[in-house]
């Protein structure tokens, strides 16, 4: 049971490059959320997804896009990469209960 | 907005000794509350959650937390701490049961071991 998996665990981007964060979970879920952690701060909801076709803003969705096709997948994708999305980002899912499972995290350097 | 303070950053304790991390929110309603642990280089596992009823809950790995309406608290306790408990701990409160809970994490507590 792979639970959610998250690529690529890292990657160095340049500023102004493009790229997408990949969230994909197996458990049949239908919520499913994206933060961002930084240094010494706790985790910052972007996105989040209610189902298949449904994605709303979080608190910090500035600079990101998100769609959710299926609902397996939740992709989180970066336009114009800056400095400051330097972070760690994290994808979670839940099902009707409360409990949210967390993927291991992708590491992005932007520079 | 909910918000939710971890007044320590950093804690260390000995192996065998008790723990207790400390956890504040704001929040104009019946919150949801909610403890993570992050080991280095991992994702968050919950540890326990509390919505209602008894105000003492056990979680895993041997966590217990304490529901507080009148401190607005929800400590994290452990009466022994193994070496494997070194990690970052998250306190968490959300807006609504259900999958659909959007949660806003404190800053974390780094916690260290002594052998």
């Known amino acids: 049971n792979a639970g959610v998996t998250q690529t690529p665990k890292f990657r160095i981007l340049k500023i102004g490059q493009s790229m997408t964060l990949q969230c994909t979970q197996d458990m049949n879920h239908n919520y499913m959320y994206w933060y961002r952690q930084d240094p010494g701060m706790g985790l910052k909801l972007i996105y989040y997804s209610v189902g298949a076709g449904i994605t709303d803003k979080g608190e910090v969705p500035n600079g990101y896009n998100v769609s959710r096709s299926t609902t397996e997948d939740f992709p989180l994708r970066l336009e114009l990469a800056a400095p400051s999305q330097t972070s760690v980002y994290f994808c979670?899912?839940?099902?009707?209960?409360?409990?949210?499972?967390f993927g291991p995290g992708t590491r992005l350097l932007v520079l | 907005a909910q918000s939710v303070t971890q007044p320590d950053i950093h804690i260390t304790v000995s192996e065998g000794a008790s723990l207790e991390l400390r956890c504040n929110y704001s929040y104009g309603a019946t919150p949801y509350l909610f403890w993570y642990v992050q080991s280095p280089g991992q994702g968050l596992q919950l540890l326990l959650k509390?919505?209602?009823?008894?105000?003492l809950v056990q979680g895993i790995k041997g966590f217990e937390a304490e529901f507080k309406r009148s401190q607005s608290s929800f400590n994290l306790r452990k009466p022994s701490v193994h070496w494997s408990d070194a990690a970052e701990y998250f306190c968490a409160v959300g807006l609504r049961r259900g999958g659909g809970n959007k949660l806003t994490f404190g800053t974390g507590t780094q916690l260290k071991v002594e052998l």
């Open positions: 509390y919505f209602s009823g008894d105000t």
């Open positions: 979670a899912s839940a099902g009707d209960e409360e409990t949210q499972y």
